[in-house]
């Protein structure tokens, strides 16, 4: 019943001019759209679940937005442990509702009742929150300024979970601000040992190519880079 009440829902959104350039991938149940640096998502996870301001069982979405720049992630494949398939579902940089301060869960009941109501909030928010992820992040510019330049000025944590985050960051750093190159390296650095040391088992999949990783980074040549000394 859920999964009938999932395509249906589906169906409708598409046909929103909006989103009349995506596709809808079945195996990710995801709305995609190929742009010429990578692509746009729009992620429907969802589950049965109960809504419990009106205490029916209903079908819960939760919509997640993706941007993804090929630069940031083509040159690591010949490394990464994940399949191709996996490596090339990448993001760049993704949101929820509760990051974007916005509704982050939606109901439908799966009887039916307020669906039009419930579907017509659903694709107004969804779309709106779409179209703002993809507008404010719409070049790597804007993902140095989201992720690198908090921990250079105001010395945010790095991540301390997974891998594919470091070699992204010092990507984005060769390309967008490559003066603050080593700066960044060395910081990554000082991480990967400690999660190494901590047994995070995602660096130490990387930790003994770590040097030939950053090094092949170096001297890729790759659109709109410099040298990285």
């Known amino acids: 019943m859920s999964d009938v009440l999932f395509?249906?829902?589906?169906?409708?959104?598409?046909k929103d001019t909006y989103l009349a350039e995506f596709a809808f991938r079945k195996r990710e149940c995801?709305?995609?759209?190929?742009?010429?640096?990578?692509?746009e998502a729009i992620e429907l996870q969802h589950w049965k679940g109960f809504d419990l301001n009106r205490n029916k069982v209903a079908l819960v979405i939760k919509p997640l937005y993706l941007k993804r720049f090929?630069?940031?992630?083509?040159?690591?494949?010949?490394?990464?442990?994940?399949?191709?398939?996996d490596q090339r579902g990448n993001y760049s940089i993704g949101f929820d509702g509760e990051m974007l301060?916005?509704?982050?869960?939606?109901?439908?009941?799966?009887?039916?009742?307020?669906?039009?109501?419930?579907?017509?909030?659903?694709?107004?928010?969804?779309?709106?929150?779409?179209?703002?992820?993809?507008?404010?992040?719409?070049?790597?510019?804007?993902?140095?300024?989201?992720?690198?330049?908090?921990?250079?000025?105001?010395?945010?944590?790095?991540?301390?979970?997974?891998a594919d985050w470091v070699f992204e960051y010092l990507t984005l750093t060769k390309l967008v601000k490559v003066e603050y190159y080593n700066l960044v390296k060395n910081l990554l650095e000082a991480q990967v040992n400690k999660l190494n040391d901590r047994g995070e088992p995602n660096?130490?999949?990387?930790?003994?190519?770590?040097?030939?990783i950053v090094s092949y980074l170096e001297n890729a040549v790759l659109p709109g880079s410099s040298p990285s000394g």
């Open 203 to 212: 660096i130490i999949e990387y930790y003994p190519k770590f040097d030939e």
């Open 7 to 14: 395509d249906k829902i589906v169906k409708k959104l598409v």
């Open 101 to 162: 301060n916005k509704t982050n869960e939606f109901y439908f009941l799966l009887d039916g009742i307020d669906f039009e109501n419930d579907f017509n909030i659903f694709k107004k928010e969804v779309i709106k929150n779409a179209d703002f992820v993809f507008d404010k992040y719409s070049d790597i510019d804007d993902l140095y300024q989201y992720y690198i330049e908090p921990v250079l000025n105001k010395g945010a944590e790095l991540p301390n979970v997974g």
């Open 70 to 85: 090929d630069v940031l992630h083509r040159w690591f494949e010949k490394f990464s442990f994940k399949s191709l398939l």
């Open 30 to 39: 995801c709305l995609i759209k190929k742009t010429a640096s990578g692509f």
